[in-house]
């Protein structure tokens, strides 16, 4: 790279102009950030440290004595560069300005009514099945008394006109059904012919069906096929073994459904968690027969107890055996303890021996230390020398978060990302934001990137 070229004008310490010197105060750290970056060029005697296809660079970015793509293959990387970016961030940055906040959608704020909400026509009351038959299929005869007074009031509330008053009539006779007898209950709740209608009764018999005979309920529950009817199979399941986990514990390994096990180990744990005894959830992963179980059990208690004793979570981890086990207590800590801690968690990172494990954990947790805190997670990646492709995720996640807050910044970053696709793909979509903010001086930097043409061109074209 010679002296002239627009990263070494961009990264130099002295002698920088006005231009360069605005960019150099936007960046988060850049004195180091330059030293940073110059370390890699001394300690390889001006060539990339880097070996293999990670180290190839093209055109301009080629060390000396590396060969430059051809125009052909830089042509079809520009093209594949050139995809649409999902540039938005995991959270809003803090100290973002008010219309930076206001450009950002609410979810589910689509313009029109949301899906199913169209309501029910006047006039148009719900069709319940034949609850006396149906519970005579079963045995269920003579009808108690309680439950043909209720069935007598609901025959009234079907012959109002449909609407708010009928609706809330409806839903409370349900859940006195349920009370009374919750099969009789489920049977009217699924004879319902309006979805809305239906789904909220159901979930009231369910509700009070749980309360009162749980494991009753949990049965009737795990012999529906999925789809039958609008229950939560996995939350129920798991609200039921995180309030009894004996009685979860007594039959979990005999279920052979393996999602249904799986909720059952997962309300287990949750308990467990919420009771401070790791202990046990450590001998229950002992216990695991299926590396599914080992996985689910692993993740749980990493989540769980990664927000109070990390430390222990590590200790533990560096114990498992099981690959996917491990990996998936890694995922659910790097969440956990990186929410809280995130800089203790990079430097952890930093020392797993897994190349590939540690540069996908790194972009994870970048995508969400980056949106809360974006100098603290440049500062990191500053201090990390030299540069390599480990650390493209990592600041491809700082790309996409200070882009549009500070888009001459993101183009700086955006230059050290190794990978070529990746870093011409973040460097033209942060020369757009930088061309709506100031055209100018974006026009004057991109022009001396090392951007393909056709990249340059729609990046330049971007209006204010």
């Not at 108690?144 to 009031?153: F, K, N, R, W, Y």
């Not at 055996?321 to 990996?327: K, N, S, W, Y």
């Not at 969440?335 to 540690?358: F, H, K, M, N």
Request: charged share 25%; hydrophobic share 40%.
């Amino acid at each position: 790279m010679n002296k002239g070229s627009p990263r070494r004008r961009a990264l130099r310490l002295g002698g920088v102009s006005r231009l360069e010197a605005l960019l150099l105060l936007a960046i988060v750290a850049m004195a180091g950030f330059a030293a940073w970056k110059l370390s890699g060029l001394r300690a390889g005697g001006g060539k990339s440290r880097l070996s293999g296809p990670d180290a190839s660079r093209a055109g301009a970015m080629a060390p000396a004595g590396e060969a430059a793509l051809s125009p052909e293959e830089a042509d079809a990387l520009a093209e594949a560069a050139a995809e649409p970016l999902d540039d938005a961030p995991d959270a809003v940055p803090r100290g973002a300005s008010p219309g930076a906040l206001s450009s950002i959608p609410l979810p589910g704020a689509t313009g029109g009514r949301p899906a199913g909400e169209g309501g029910m026509a006047a006039g148009s009351p719900p069709t319940p099945s034949n609850v006396r038959t149906a519970l005579q299929a079963r045995g269920a005869s003579p009808v108690s008394s309680a439950v043909e007074e209720i069935l007598g009031a609901l025959a009234k509330v079907e012959a109002m006109e449909w609407g708010p008053e009928a609706d809330r009539s409806l839903q409370a006779l349900v859940k006195r059904l349920a009370a009374a007898d919750p099969r009789a209950a489920m049977e009217y709740a699924l004879g319902l012919g309006k979805r809305r209608a239906a789904e909220s009764a159901v979930r009231s018999v369910l509700t009070q069906w749980m309360r009162d005979n749980p494991q009753e309920a949990f049965a009737w529950v795990s012999g529906q096929q999925t789809g039958r009817v609008p229950i939560d199979r996995d939350a129920i399941s798991r609200s039921l073994a995180e309030s009894d986990p004996n009685w979860a514990l007594e039959r979990v390994w005999q279920v052979e459904d393996e999602g249904l096990r799986a909720n059952l180990l997962s309300g287990v744990c949750a308990r467990w968690t919420r009771d401070g005894d790791p202990r046990r959830i450590m001998s229950l992963y002992e216990q695991a027969q299926t590396s599914e179980d080992r996985r689910v059990i692993a993740g749980m208690l990493a989540q769980g107890m990664g927000a109070y004793w990390p430390q222990d979570v590590v200790a533990w981890i560096n114990t498992v055996t099981d690959a996917e086990a491990q990996r998936t207590a890694i995922d659910r800590l790097v969440s956990t303890w990186g929410y809280d801690q995130p800089r203790e968690v990079a430097d952890w990172l930093s020392g797993i021996a897994d190349t590939r494990l540690r540069r996908e954990e790194l972009g994870r947790l970048m995508r969400t230390w980056a949106p809360y805190d974006a100098a603290g997670a440049a500062e990191w990646l500053v201090k990390q020398s030299p540069p390599s492709a480990t650390l493209d995720p990592a600041i491809g996640s700082l790309v996409r978060t200070v882009m549009h807050e500070n888009p001459p910044a993101a183009m700086m970053w955006a230059q050290t990302i190794q990978d070529q696709r990746e870093r011409w793909h973040l460097m033209m979509h942060s020369g757009e934001e930088w061309m709506r903010t100031d055209p100018a001086a974006a026009r004057q930097y991109i022009n001396r990137t090392d951007l393909p043409p056709s990249m340059k061109e729609r990046a330049l074209r971007t209006n204010p």
